[in-house]
Protein backbone atom coordinates (compact mmCIF):
# COMPACT_ATOMS: atom_id res chain seq x y z
CA UNK A 1 0.00 0.00 0.00
CA UNK A 2 1.52 2.95 -1.06
CA UNK A 3 0.47 5.63 1.32
CA UNK A 4 3.06 8.61 0.47
CA UNK A 5 0.78 11.05 -1.15
CA UNK A 6 -1.17 11.18 2.01
CA UNK A 7 1.35 11.31 4.72
CA UNK A 8 1.58 14.38 7.15
CA UNK A 9 4.69 13.76 9.11
CA UNK A 10 5.93 16.95 10.21
CA UNK A 11 4.04 18.67 13.23
CA UNK A 12 3.14 22.20 14.00
CA UNK A 13 3.80 21.60 17.57
CA UNK A 14 1.27 24.07 19.38
CA UNK A 15 -2.36 24.96 18.67
CA UNK A 16 -3.89 26.61 16.46
CA UNK A 17 -6.66 27.50 17.94
CA UNK A 18 -7.68 27.09 22.13
CA UNK A 19 -11.18 27.71 23.82
CA UNK A 20 -11.14 31.18 25.45
CA UNK A 21 -11.59 29.31 28.66
CA UNK A 22 -14.11 32.62 29.40
CA UNK A 23 -17.03 31.85 31.89
CA UNK A 24 -20.07 31.78 30.24
CA UNK A 25 -18.73 31.12 26.60
CA UNK A 26 -19.16 27.98 24.89
CA UNK A 27 -15.75 27.13 24.63
CA UNK A 28 -14.69 28.10 28.40
CA UNK A 29 -13.17 24.69 28.37
CA UNK A 30 -12.20 23.29 25.21
CA UNK A 31 -11.88 23.20 21.41
CA UNK A 32 -12.73 19.93 19.04
CA UNK A 33 -14.08 18.45 15.65
CA UNK A 34 -11.67 20.78 13.02
CA UNK A 35 -13.11 20.91 9.62
CA UNK A 36 -10.98 23.31 7.25
CA UNK A 37 -12.21 24.52 3.99
CA UNK A 38 -11.36 27.17 1.51
CA UNK A 39 -14.36 30.39 1.18
CA UNK A 40 -14.23 33.63 -1.13
CA UNK A 41 -10.40 33.90 -0.85
CA UNK A 42 -9.98 32.92 2.94
CA UNK A 43 -9.59 30.04 4.99
CA UNK A 44 -12.38 28.69 7.46
CA UNK A 45 -12.48 26.67 10.28
CA UNK A 46 -16.15 25.29 11.66
CA UNK A 47 -15.48 23.74 15.19
CA UNK A 48 -16.80 22.70 18.51
CA UNK A 49 -16.85 24.57 21.38
CA UNK A 50 -17.72 22.84 25.34
CA UNK A 51 -18.61 24.94 28.15
CA UNK A 52 -19.20 22.12 30.57
CA UNK A 53 -22.54 22.21 29.46
CA UNK A 54 -22.87 20.75 26.15
CA UNK A 55 -21.57 21.44 22.58
CA UNK A 56 -21.79 24.02 20.59
CA UNK A 57 -20.97 24.79 16.53
CA UNK A 58 -18.36 28.19 15.48
CA UNK A 59 -16.75 29.28 12.71
CA UNK A 60 -12.89 30.52 12.77
CA UNK A 61 -11.26 32.39 10.16
CA UNK A 62 -7.83 32.42 8.41
CA UNK A 63 -5.21 33.85 6.33
CA UNK A 64 -2.39 31.42 6.62
CA UNK A 65 -3.74 28.67 8.07
CA UNK A 66 -1.98 29.01 11.63
CA UNK A 67 -2.90 32.15 13.03
CA UNK A 68 -7.02 31.70 13.84
CA UNK A 69 -8.93 34.09 14.86
CA UNK A 70 -12.94 33.24 16.31
CA UNK A 71 -15.65 34.97 13.72
CA UNK A 72 -18.90 33.60 15.37
CA UNK A 73 -21.38 30.75 16.62
CA UNK A 74 -23.36 29.59 13.63
CA UNK A 75 -24.96 26.31 15.70
CA UNK A 76 -26.58 27.41 19.19
CA UNK A 77 -28.07 25.23 22.07
CA UNK A 78 -32.01 26.68 22.06
CA UNK A 79 -34.32 26.27 25.36
CA UNK A 80 -37.40 24.42 22.95
CA UNK A 81 -37.74 21.26 23.84
CA UNK A 82 -36.25 20.16 20.05
CA UNK A 83 -34.49 17.09 19.90
CA UNK A 84 -31.07 18.45 19.23
CA UNK A 85 -31.47 21.74 21.74
CA UNK A 86 -28.92 20.79 24.56
CA UNK A 87 -25.78 20.19 22.53
CA UNK A 88 -25.14 20.90 18.01
CA UNK A 89 -21.71 19.84 16.94
CA UNK A 90 -20.90 20.40 13.48
CA UNK A 91 -18.83 18.39 11.78
CA UNK A 92 -18.96 18.57 8.16
CA UNK A 93 -19.95 20.71 5.26
CA UNK A 94 -20.55 19.65 1.49
CA UNK A 95 -17.33 20.41 -0.19
CA UNK A 96 -15.33 19.29 -3.38
CA UNK A 97 -14.33 15.88 -3.17
CA UNK A 98 -10.80 16.48 -4.42
CA UNK A 99 -7.78 16.01 -1.60
CA UNK A 100 -5.03 18.03 -4.34
CA UNK A 101 -7.68 20.87 -5.42
CA UNK A 102 -8.50 23.60 -3.02
CA UNK A 103 -11.26 23.11 -0.60
CA UNK A 104 -13.73 24.72 -1.18
CA UNK A 105 -17.35 24.14 -0.49
CA UNK A 106 -20.14 22.46 -2.92
CA UNK A 107 -23.98 23.40 -3.68
CA UNK A 108 -26.43 21.15 -3.95
CA UNK A 109 -30.07 22.68 -4.65
CA UNK A 110 -28.55 26.34 -4.41
CA UNK A 111 -27.69 25.76 -0.92
CA UNK A 112 -24.96 24.86 1.17
CA UNK A 113 -25.32 21.25 3.71
CA UNK A 114 -23.95 20.60 6.63
CA UNK A 115 -24.23 17.16 9.23
CA UNK A 116 -23.94 17.62 13.05
CA UNK A 117 -24.70 15.46 16.12
CA UNK A 118 -26.61 16.49 18.76
CA UNK A 119 -26.28 14.01 22.15
CA UNK A 120 -29.99 14.36 24.12
CA UNK A 121 -28.76 15.38 27.98
CA UNK A 122 -26.28 18.09 29.12
CA UNK A 123 -22.95 16.90 30.00
CA UNK A 124 -19.98 15.38 28.38
CA UNK A 125 -21.39 13.26 25.46
CA UNK A 126 -24.46 12.20 27.66
CA UNK A 127 -27.01 10.32 26.03
CA UNK A 128 -27.10 8.28 22.46
CA UNK A 129 -26.57 10.96 20.18
CA UNK A 130 -28.64 11.91 16.83
CA UNK A 131 -27.28 12.75 13.20
CA UNK A 132 -29.33 16.15 12.15
CA UNK A 133 -28.90 18.43 8.54
CA UNK A 134 -28.24 21.85 8.57
CA UNK A 135 -28.74 24.30 5.50
CA UNK A 136 -27.89 28.19 4.38
CA UNK A 137 -28.14 30.46 1.30
CA UNK A 138 -25.67 32.92 3.29
CA UNK A 139 -22.52 33.17 1.54
CA UNK A 140 -21.23 34.58 5.08
CA UNK A 141 -22.04 31.30 6.27
CA UNK A 142 -23.52 32.66 9.13
CA UNK A 143 -26.82 31.96 9.48
CA UNK A 144 -28.21 27.87 9.10
CA UNK A 145 -31.41 26.65 9.55
CA UNK A 146 -32.18 22.97 10.85
CA UNK A 147 -33.88 20.51 10.11
CA UNK A 148 -36.46 20.07 12.02
CA UNK A 149 -36.05 16.07 12.70
CA UNK A 150 -32.89 14.10 12.50
CA UNK A 151 -31.89 11.97 9.37
CA UNK A 152 -30.25 8.97 11.48
CA UNK A 153 -30.88 7.48 14.78
CA UNK A 154 -29.32 4.84 16.78
CA UNK A 155 -32.87 2.80 17.43
CA UNK A 156 -32.91 2.50 13.95
CA UNK A 157 -29.50 0.89 13.37
CA UNK A 158 -27.93 -2.40 13.97
CA UNK A 159 -26.18 -3.49 17.55
CA UNK A 160 -22.94 -2.03 16.99
CA UNK A 161 -24.34 1.25 16.49
CA UNK A 162 -27.38 1.76 19.30
CA UNK A 163 -25.06 3.57 21.53
CA UNK A 164 -25.01 6.53 19.54
CA UNK A 165 -23.82 8.44 16.23
CA UNK A 166 -22.11 10.93 15.60
CA UNK A 167 -18.83 12.67 13.52
CA UNK A 168 -20.23 12.79 10.44
CA UNK A 169 -18.48 13.05 6.93
CA UNK A 170 -20.53 13.83 3.81
CA UNK A 171 -19.34 13.13 0.48
CA UNK A 172 -21.29 13.35 -3.01
CA UNK A 173 -20.63 11.18 -6.08
CA UNK A 174 -22.27 10.49 -8.87
CA UNK A 175 -25.65 11.37 -7.94
CA UNK A 176 -25.43 9.84 -4.60
CA UNK A 177 -24.67 11.40 -1.46
CA UNK A 178 -22.73 9.14 1.29
CA UNK A 179 -22.90 9.92 4.86
CA UNK A 180 -20.13 8.52 6.65
CA UNK A 181 -20.70 8.45 10.62
CA UNK A 182 -18.94 6.56 13.76
CA UNK A 183 -21.09 4.60 15.90
CA UNK A 184 -20.59 3.09 19.37
CA UNK A 185 -21.99 0.01 20.72
CA UNK A 186 -23.74 0.08 24.21
CA UNK A 187 -21.28 -1.77 26.06
CA UNK A 188 -18.96 0.18 28.34
CA UNK A 189 -16.71 0.36 27.99
CA UNK A 190 -17.59 0.96 24.05
CA UNK A 191 -16.51 0.19 20.86
CA UNK A 192 -16.64 2.57 18.26
CA UNK A 193 -16.56 1.73 14.56
CA UNK A 194 -17.68 3.75 11.19
CA UNK A 195 -21.03 2.90 8.77
CA UNK A 196 -21.94 4.92 5.55
CA UNK A 197 -25.63 5.61 4.52
CA UNK A 198 -26.74 6.88 1.03
CA UNK A 199 -29.15 8.93 0.04
CA UNK A 200 -30.23 11.30 -2.93
CA UNK A 201 -32.10 13.83 -1.75
CA UNK A 202 -30.19 14.38 1.57
CA UNK A 203 -33.36 13.84 3.73
CA UNK A 204 -34.10 9.82 3.27
CA UNK A 205 -31.44 7.84 4.19
CA UNK A 206 -30.29 3.98 3.70
CA UNK A 207 -27.70 2.04 5.78
CA UNK A 208 -25.33 -0.30 3.83
CA UNK A 209 -26.26 -3.72 4.65
CA UNK A 210 -22.51 -4.44 5.41
CA UNK A 211 -21.84 -1.97 7.82
CA UNK A 212 -19.59 -1.43 9.38
CA UNK A 213 -17.03 -0.58 6.61
CA UNK A 214 -14.25 0.61 8.31
CA UNK A 215 -14.45 -1.94 11.69
CA UNK A 216 -11.81 -1.69 14.99
CA UNK A 217 -8.73 -4.18 14.38
CA UNK A 218 -8.58 -6.82 17.35
CA UNK A 219 -5.52 -6.50 19.30
CA UNK A 220 -4.47 -3.44 16.72
CA UNK A 221 -4.03 0.42 17.78
CA UNK A 222 -7.49 0.71 16.59
CA UNK A 223 -8.58 -2.45 18.60
CA UNK A 224 -11.47 0.13 20.96
CA UNK A 225 -12.08 2.69 17.86
CA UNK A 226 -12.43 3.35 14.54
CA UNK A 227 -13.74 6.63 13.98
CA UNK A 228 -13.88 10.36 12.82
CA UNK A 229 -13.72 9.73 8.98
CA UNK A 230 -12.74 12.34 6.70
CA UNK A 231 -13.02 10.87 2.82
CA UNK A 232 -11.19 12.65 -0.17
CA UNK A 233 -10.49 11.16 -3.37
CA UNK A 234 -7.03 11.18 -4.85
CA UNK A 235 -7.07 10.51 -8.96
CA UNK A 236 -9.52 7.34 -9.00
CA UNK A 237 -8.80 6.24 -5.63
CA UNK A 238 -10.02 7.24 -1.95
CA UNK A 239 -9.00 7.85 1.25
CA UNK A 240 -10.25 8.09 4.42
CA UNK A 241 -8.29 9.29 7.43
CA UNK A 242 -9.60 8.60 10.57
CA UNK A 243 -8.19 7.85 14.27
CA UNK A 244 -7.97 4.74 16.01
CA UNK A 245 -8.19 4.03 19.74
CA UNK A 246 -7.19 1.03 21.92
CA UNK A 247 -8.43 2.69 25.13
CA UNK A 248 -5.14 4.20 25.61
CA UNK A 249 -3.95 6.31 22.96
CA UNK A 250 -6.03 7.82 20.18
CA UNK A 251 -3.93 8.33 16.99
CA UNK A 252 -3.98 9.34 13.42
CA UNK A 253 -4.77 6.43 11.04
CA UNK A 254 -5.45 6.33 6.86
CA UNK A 255 -7.45 3.27 4.89
CA UNK A 256 -7.64 3.42 1.12
CA UNK A 257 -10.58 2.66 -1.51
CA UNK A 258 -11.36 1.96 -4.80
CA UNK A 259 -15.20 2.16 -4.55
CA UNK A 260 -16.04 4.09 -1.49
CA UNK A 261 -17.11 0.97 0.48
CA UNK A 262 -14.33 -1.34 0.69
CA UNK A 263 -12.02 -0.33 3.03
CA UNK A 264 -8.35 -0.99 3.61
CA UNK A 265 -6.17 -0.11 6.34
CA UNK A 266 -2.62 0.80 6.50
CA UNK A 267 -1.61 -1.24 9.35
CA UNK A 268 0.20 1.40 11.63
CA UNK A 269 -0.78 4.78 13.07
CA UNK A 270 0.43 7.88 10.76
CA UNK A 271 0.29 10.29 13.48
CA UNK A 272 1.43 9.14 16.72
CA UNK A 273 0.70 10.97 20.23
CA UNK A 274 4.22 13.17 21.22
CA UNK A 275 5.94 12.73 23.76
CA UNK A 276 5.32 13.65 27.45
CA UNK A 277 4.55 17.30 27.52
CA UNK A 278 3.84 17.71 24.08
CA UNK A 279 0.69 19.64 23.29
CA UNK A 280 -0.84 15.82 21.72
CA UNK A 281 1.01 13.64 24.57
CA UNK A 282 -2.28 12.20 24.95
CA UNK A 283 -4.89 12.45 21.63
CA UNK A 284 -3.76 12.84 18.55
CA UNK A 285 -7.32 12.60 16.83
CA UNK A 286 -9.93 13.47 14.66
CA UNK A 287 -8.22 14.31 11.47
CA UNK A 288 -9.55 17.55 8.82
CA UNK A 289 -6.87 17.22 5.59
CA UNK A 290 -6.84 20.17 2.62
CA UNK A 291 -4.31 20.75 0.06
CA UNK A 292 -2.77 24.25 -0.44
CA UNK A 293 0.64 24.89 -2.80
CA UNK A 294 0.85 21.40 -2.82
CA UNK A 295 1.20 20.40 1.06
CA UNK A 296 -1.17 18.36 2.66
CA UNK A 297 -2.35 20.40 5.92
CA UNK A 298 -3.68 17.51 8.38
CA UNK A 299 -5.71 19.68 11.16
CA UNK A 300 -6.45 17.58 14.14
CA UNK A 301 -7.85 17.54 17.92
CA UNK A 302 -4.57 17.49 20.50
CA UNK A 303 -4.57 16.80 24.32
CA UNK A 304 -2.09 16.82 26.99
CA UNK A 305 -2.34 16.49 30.61
CA UNK A 306 -3.16 20.75 31.62
CA UNK A 307 0.02 22.53 32.94
CA UNK A 308 0.19 25.91 34.90
CA UNK A 309 -0.90 28.63 32.41
CA UNK A 310 -2.94 26.47 30.22
CA UNK A 311 -6.14 29.21 29.40
CA UNK A 312 -8.64 25.99 29.64
CA UNK A 313 -9.15 23.11 31.35
CA UNK A 314 -11.52 20.07 30.54
CA UNK A 315 -12.75 17.19 32.60
CA UNK A 316 -10.42 18.77 35.35
CA UNK A 317 -7.08 17.55 33.88
CA UNK A 318 -6.64 17.89 30.20
CA UNK A 319 -5.69 20.86 27.95
CA UNK A 320 -7.71 20.05 24.26
CA UNK A 321 -6.77 22.21 21.68
CA UNK A 322 -6.66 22.06 17.82
CA UNK A 323 -3.43 21.96 16.33
CA UNK A 324 -1.74 20.81 12.33
CA UNK A 325 0.98 18.70 10.69
CA UNK A 326 1.85 19.44 6.87
CA UNK A 327 3.13 16.79 4.23
CA UNK A 328 6.41 19.25 4.24
CA UNK A 329 8.45 21.14 6.43
CA UNK A 330 6.55 24.39 5.91
CA UNK A 331 6.58 25.21 10.10
CA UNK A 332 10.26 25.75 9.90
CA UNK A 333 11.69 29.77 9.68
Known amino acids: ?137 DEDLLNWHRLPEPILVPEEGAEWERGGLYKECLVEHEGTFYLYYNAKTTDVPWVEQTGVAFSNNLREWTRYEHNPVLPVTPEGWDSGFASDPCVLRHGSQWVMYYFGFNFKKAQEGLALSDNLLDWSKYPEPIIEVGEAGDIDAVFAHKPSVISHNGVLYHFY ?14 MGNEFRTITVAASQDVFRK
Not at 301 to 314: A, L, V, Y
Request: net charge negative.
Open 1 to 137: MDIQPYVTPYKYGKPVLVGSGKPGSFDRNSVDCPFVFEHRSRFYMMYVGYDGIGYQTALAVSDDLLSWEHLSIILQRKEDGAWDSQNVAGTWILRENELDAPPILKKWDNKYWLVYHSYPHQGYEEGPAKIGLAWTE
Open 301 to 314: CSCRKTQEGDRTIN
